[in-house]
């Protein structure tokens, strides 16, 4: 075994704060063993303050790529010597990657959530989506949504000021969907879901044991939708049980989460992603937690 900072060992890993037991390396080391790669990945829960003094000092790092979340997806960005075009309009990155002497960020999440839509086999195309909550994920969802050819977009907050900004950055480019905004509040809620074809939660809201219902149970709609939590754990939150049990057909964040992880192994490797062996790596850490 060689040691760290060995030219032959590539070193990936991923920058958030704070990053609680994240799936990432499980994936990406199952990933890596698939090519017999000398690669491996690592967590690095990092302060703000530690995150900028590392982001300022990104040339002499002995990375060759890394994964960035909550809460340095767009902090990361002018830190950067190039940006995808994708992720330029998202605003967002989530998958930097050394490419010669230069820095260059990718965003992988928003293909993510269009994997567990197409895994569903539900194309956005003229169709009306509510989604809740505005914040990261939120604007992946949103773009990805847009990027389909929605028809319309409803976006719920508490903060109305974070879904003005996403229909700001988004309209621009794709002036043909009807961008609208609404308070979080069961007024608005009921008939906006009347129209629904697809609810997105994308709020915290689920994640923890005792955690309400984001919506009452009166508020889905009687038609048949495809209900979506980009929550993953738990694998069946309340939200989406009681989806189910109203007939509704659910997803959640896992195929998001891995697939954005897929992405993010081919930018970094230029290999065809070896999904199943992902999964399951990914089923391993979900099943054990
Ligand atoms: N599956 C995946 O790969 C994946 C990827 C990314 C995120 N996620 C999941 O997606 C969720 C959101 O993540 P994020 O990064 O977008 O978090 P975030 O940036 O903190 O945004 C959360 C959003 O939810 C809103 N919110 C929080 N509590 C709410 C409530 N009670 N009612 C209504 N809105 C509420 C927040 O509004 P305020 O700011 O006004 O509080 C904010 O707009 C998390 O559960 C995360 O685990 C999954």
Redesign the pocket.
Known sequence: MRAIGDKDIQIFGIFGFPLGHTISPAIHNAAFDVYGLKAFYSVFERPPVRFRFLMRNLKSILLNGFNVT?PYKEAVIPYLDRIDPMARKIGAVNTVKKEGGAWVGYNT?YE?FLAGLKQMRFSPKGKTAVI???????RAVSFGLAHQGIRRLVIF???EK?AQDIVRAYRRFYPAVEWVIRP?KDEYLEPVLKEADLLVN????G?HAGDPL?IKKSFFPKRKILVYD???RPRLPRFLKLAKSLGHSVVN?ET??LM?GARAFEIWTEKKAPVQVMRKAMDDVLRAS
Do not use: E, W
């Not at 809740?132 to 939120?138: E, I, P, V």
């Not at 994308?202 to 809201?205: E, F, G, R």
């Open positions: 909550v999440d993510g809740l909550g505005a914040g990261g994920a939120a907050d508490v903060i974070k979080m994308a709020t915290p809201v994640l984001i980009l929550i993953y964040g998001m989460l954005q």
